[in-house]
């Protein structure tokens, strides 16, 4: 959600972040509510102060043994008056959080300009592909020559987007869950949290994918939501809630399932695992104090790719332009894992700084000597663990179709090396 008031004192600056977004100018339309709404207050304001005064007025004529009768037809006559002005300010004010709700954040300054993703800009890589000496396979292939990927079974139970995996494939996804969650607390002092999977209206609303993407989610008949990340859970937890500024930063994790609907993705990654309806992930989200964002941004993501350099996996880094990123990021950095079964890179995780975006959306704040203010949200994957699984896979697999264990995961394997 954005600020009204930096909105009425910067109109051009909203309107040239917007327009970064590839988005046309809305303060003029926002401000022309703003101010019609502004003059409704100031009337009910002016109303309430004249009744006061009338009432007080009534007292002493009584008192006075006085008529008192003009008087208390004007307070009638600003009894009914005033429901109506506040009924018009209520709309007036809805009709503004209408308009902002469905705003995405302004790009930060150094975010690159760009309608898509072809203008994302890299900024590193790490590790060397490795060079076969024959043609490797994609991880779907390699999944069902082992008899241990099954996409025709979860077809028949969900329909398409879905895999059944069994036996040291299954002990593989978990095994990587685990390392994952065991390096992000032990290591980088991440606190781990189990939270609902399932959350209401506002939590969604909170964290930005309502009300503009409920296409994307799916929804219970009891009016819950599956989340499509534990961003929405643990981010929401400080939610109505003022903390200590020497609590920042609170650093949370998650391993849970996510779901989401794929709505925009008809006929992108139909095979296999890289986009389906339901998958684990380990989620990283940061409380962090509004001076110290920027810096949280770059060590959550260093916290995914050492992930990434642990299993011995090659990736690059790059940082989104203003036309890919999320609806609630004002900056994020996407990691893109090498998968040589298709020959290039593919996201892994997307570390994002929200700023104070959906702090303001959820009334997230802290105590400062200047007063209550708004916190500044952050989230990232550490990492997508079916990905990573297809991304062991395919750079782990050896001619005959059996794949090598990474060394850090033996011990959650019970010293398994190859899956064979």
């Not at 990434?308 to 609806?327: A, E, K, N, S």
């Not at 702090?359 to 997230?364: E, I």
Request: a negative charge; one cysteine or more; proline letters at 5%.
């Amino acid at each position: 959600m954005h600020d009204l008031k930096w909105i009425r004192e910067t109109p051009a600056a909203f309107d040239a972040g917007l327009a970064r977004r590839g988005l046309e100018a809305r303060s003029g339309e926002i401000l022309a509510v703003d101010t019609e709404r502004r003059a409704v207050q100031t009337r009910l304001q002016e109303m309430l102060a004249r009744r006061n005064e009338l009432s007080k007025q009534i007292g002493i004529l009584k008192k006075q043994g006085q008529d008192a009768s003009a008087a208390m037809d004007e307070v009638a006559k600003l009894k009914e008056d005033v429901p109506a002005l506040e009924i018009q300010d209520r709309e007036l004010g809805e009709r503004i959080d209408a308009i902002l709700a469905a705003l995405p954040n302004i790009p930060a300054t150094d975010v690159p300009d760009g309608p898509d993703e072809e203008h994302n800009v890299e900024l590193r890589k790490w590790g060397t592909p490795r060079e076969f000496a024959f043609a490797p396979k994609e991880h779907d292939a390699l999944g069902d020559a082992l008899k241990l990927m099954d996409f025709d079974g979860a077809a028949k139970l969900s329909g398409a987007r879905f895999v059944v995996l069994k036996g040291k494939l299954a002990r593989l996804e978990r095994a990587l869950a685990q390392f994952m969650l065991d390096v992000q607390t032990e290591e980088h002092g991440y606190t781990e949290v189990s939270p609902p999977t399932l959350v209401k209206d506002t939590a969604l609303f909170g964290t930005g994918q309502l009300p503009k993407f409920g296409e994307d989610l799916f929804k219970t008949n009891t009016g819950h939501w599956l989340i499509p990340t534990a961003e929405v859970p643990l981010t929401n937890l400080l939610g109505d809630t003022i903390v200590d500024e020497s609590a920042l930063p609170i650093r949370m994790t998650a391993l849970t399932p996510c779901y989401r609907s794929e709505a925009g993705a008809a006929g992108k990654d139909t095979r296999g695992m890289i986009r389906q309806h339901q998958f684990w992930k380990v989620e990283m989200v940061s409380i962090a104090h509004p001076d110290r964002s920027g810096e949280e941004h770059e060590r959550m993501t260093q916290c995914a790719e050492t992930i990434l350099q642990r299993l011995g996996l090659p990736y690059r880094v790059i940082v989104l332009c203003t036309g890919d990123m999320g609806f609630s990021a004002q900056k994020t950095y996407d990691i893109e894992v090498w998968l040589p079964g298709q020959n290039r890179y593919r996201e892994i995780s997307s570390c994002s700084n929200c700023g104070d975006f959906q702090a303001r959306r959820m009334k997230g704040r802290f105590k400062s000597d200047k007063g209550n203010r708004l916190v500044h949200t952050l989230n990232g994957s550490g990492l997508a663990v079916g990905r990573t699984l297809v991304a062991v896979l395919e750079n782990y697999q050896q001619e005959d179709g059996s794949i090598v264990v990474p060394e850090v995961l033996r011990g959650y394997m019970g010293g398994l090396d190859v899956i064979r």
